[in-house]
């Protein structure tokens, strides 16, 4: 079992949808989460980060998290074509300090 | 202007050469990072340093090694001991400080074996 699964994907959803991202992880001690855009050929972009239980929104971004389940989620509300990516979801077990651990991403397509 | 810098974006290494790829930051973190990326596939660590004059191997450190002699500086080697060198090497850094350890990425250096 990987330390930290992503739906494999592709994602396709229709522009103006709401995109959901799913992300579990093995370590129940896990204090901190993250979630990153990378366009084709580009670098990883932070797009949020989330350290207690519950929704963090940030724009059209809201990031979801539940401890006791283990996932984190992604939702993109009003999707674009501009939000055609690779989403990374990463996670580390301290809150300070220490290296993370990254999914091997979700490729989500809007559709015009 | 703060950011990271990797250089060069593209390199080409011919078998059983030593190539050396630089990483700098100016956002004064302490933590930096070596990924490597193949296609269609996530970040793997290679190495890592939380401080300077010290580093930690990452999941495949196998064929490659890094220095910390400044804290914005965390060079990466790939030795001719790397047998499947051809990726896209991403450097990050991240500040411990405040609680948060985000990580910031480089723009990356491809690497291709001739």
């Known amino acids: 079992q990987k330390e930290v699964e992503q739906n494999s994907g592709p994602l396709s959803v229709p522009e103006g949808a709401i995109a959901s991202l799913n992300c579990t992880y093995s370590?129940?001690?896990?204090?901190?989460f993250f979630w990153y855009r990378q366009y084709s050929g580009k670098s990883p972009e932070l797009i949020m980060s989330?350290?207690?239980?519950g929704d963090k929104e940030d724009g059209r971004f809201t990031a979801q998290l539940n401890k006791a389940s283990q996932y984190v989620s992604l939702l993109i509300r009003d999707s674009q074509p501009s939000d055609s990516a690779t989403y990374l979801c990463?996670?580390?077990?301290?809150?300070?300090?220490?290296?993370?651990?990254f999914g091997d991403g979700t490729t989500l397509t809007v559709k015009p | 202007d703060g950011g990271i810098t990797q250089s060069p974006k593209y390199l080409f290494r011919k078998e059983g050469q030593n190539v050396t790829l630089s990483c700098e930051q100016n956002?004064?973190?302490?933590?930096m990072y070596w990924y490597r990326q193949d296609p269609g596939q996530g970040l793997r660590l290679i190495y890592y340093?939380?401080?300077?004059?010290?580093?930690q191997k990452g999941d495949i450190a196998e064929g490659y090694s890094v220095s910390r002699e400044k804290k914005e500086s965390f060079p990466l080697t790939v030795t001719s001991a790397q047998k499947n060198p051809t990726a896209f090497y991403l450097c990050?850094?991240?500040?411990?400080?405040?609680?948060?350890?985000?990580?910031?990425f480089g723009p990356g250096t491809r690497l291709t074996v001739l």
């Open positions: 990050a850094s991240s500040s411990f400080r405040e609680g948060l350890n985000e990580q910031f």
């Open positions: 370590d129940r001690v896990s204090q901190s």
């Open positions: 989330i350290y207690s239980n």
């Open positions: 990463a996670v580390n077990r301290e809150t300070n300090a220490g290296k993370s651990t």
């Open positions: 956002l004064n973190h302490d933590a």
């Open positions: 340093s939380q401080i300077v004059n010290d580093f």
